[in-house]
């Protein structure tokens, strides 16, 4: 990890949300910082709030949805350059409500394979980087090409 930058340090919480073989990619809109590039829908911690409770907060703000977090990942600190965050990234489900974006511009259900391509948003890399090691191990590159495009 390069050295941190001076300047403010924030925290945030994000989602992977799994539903069936698929996981959610949300685009920023075009007036949000880093615009247009793809992340993980999540945000910032506020003081005296676990990540846990921010995720879910902001899953239902954002997204409308409830969601069930089933394994927390590795937190990930990224520097830009003015600031730097630390991700604490959720796996989750679904557990209740539609989909309807409040904040961002798309979104896109992928498999696992096709996440990549999208230009992410520089601090959510490397986190899907380790999640995609994380699910190798569960997902065949066969199964893969079998599940092929996500029907949601």
């Not at 230009?119 to 079998?146: F, G, I, M």
Request: neutral net charge; hydrophobic residues 35%.
């Amino acid at each position: 990890m390069e050295s941190m930058k001076l300047g403010k340090h924030i925290h945030v919480s994000c989602a992977i949300i799994e539903r069936e073989e698929c996981f959610l990619a949300v685009q920023r809109s075009a007036r949000m910082c880093h615009p247009l590039k793809w992340e993980f829908p999540g945000g910032k911690i506020e003081p005296g709030e676990s990540p846990e409770t921010c995720l879910k907060r902001e899953i239902q703000e954002e997204l409308g949805m409830n969601v069930r977090i089933e394994k927390p990942l590795r937190p990930l600190t990224h520097a830009y350059e003015t600031f730097s965050i630390t991700l604490y990234p959720f796996q989750c489900r679904i557990q209740s409500g539609s989909l309807i974006l409040h904040e961002h511009r798309a979104f896109k259900w992928l498999t696992p394979a096709r996440l990549q391509p999208l230009e992410w948003a520089d601090a959510d890399q490397p986190v899907l980087e380790a999640y995609l090691e994380n699910v190798s191990n569960r997902w065949t590159e066969q199964r893969q090409k079998e599940v092929g495009k996500c029907r949601y």
